[in-house]
């Protein structure tokens, strides 16, 4: 009998290889990044047929600014246009869309769509993605507490904090956590959330990574025995 298969609540994933996927075929490097939206697209597909829950993307980290200007142009002008040109698909999938991370730095223009975005899409319900920009864990959790002083606290509890951070309360911390590309590291993705989170690295380069690819990491997610610092 095949072992039975766990479907996650929450998946968080790194979406790392898009340069090298270009280099590999004398492209530049931005290709990469278009192809890389494709596979996100296919991706938040995947994770809603499964019955995944809740979906959190690492688009742009706070340390991605000192990438190139050209670089970091287009980044936030792609994802500007593939919000303009996605949002009617999302309301029709029912998909809602939110995004962590600083929003102080953002282009005017790639800002607007995601506020609309978030707007237009926040009662839908099938699956909840959260698409991370400008986004660092230290970030995150140094805003929350800088939010939690701004309202008169004087003591934090984990309680407190958790509750200031940029994914809403409501949301279970991420059951998994994919990292493609190859590397074997966090990168500052999620840092409060992960304590307890399986995490699973593949070689497989961002723009190939299919449902496929999803469905051995929640396989491999399913063997695994989850204890949360207890006895089983
Ligand atoms: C990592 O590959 C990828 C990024 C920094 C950008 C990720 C962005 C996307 C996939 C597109 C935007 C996503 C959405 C949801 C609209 P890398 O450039 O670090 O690759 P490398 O390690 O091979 O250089």
Known sequence: MAPKIKIPTHVAIIMDGNGRWATNRGLPRIEGHVEGVKA???????????????????????ENWYRPPEEVNFLM???????????????????????????????KDTLEWMEKVEKETKRCRSIEVFVAVDYGGRDEIVRAVNKIIKEGGREITE?????????????????????????????????????????????????????????????????????????K
């Open 159 to 231: 309680n407190l904090l958790r509750q200031h951070l940029d994914i809403p309360p409501y949301v279970e911390d991420p059951d998994l956590l994919i990292r493609t590309g190859g590397e074997k590291r966090i990168s500052n993705f999620l840092l409060w959330y992960i304590s307890y989170t399986e995490l699973y690295f593949t070689p497989v380069l961002w723009p190939d990574f299919n449902k496929e690819h999803l469905l051995e990491a929640i396989k491999d997610y399913s063997q695994r025995v989850r204890k949360f610092g207890r006895v």
């Open 40 to 62: 996100a697209e296919r991706t938040i597909d995947a994770a809603k047929e499964l019955g995944i829950k809740y979906l959190t993307l690492y688009a742009f980290s706070t």
């Open 77 to 107: 002008e792609l994802l500007r246009d593939y919000l303009k040109e996605k949002l009617p698909t999302f309301l029709e999938k029912d998909i809602r869309v939110s995004f962590i991370g600083r929003r102080d730095r953002i282009p």
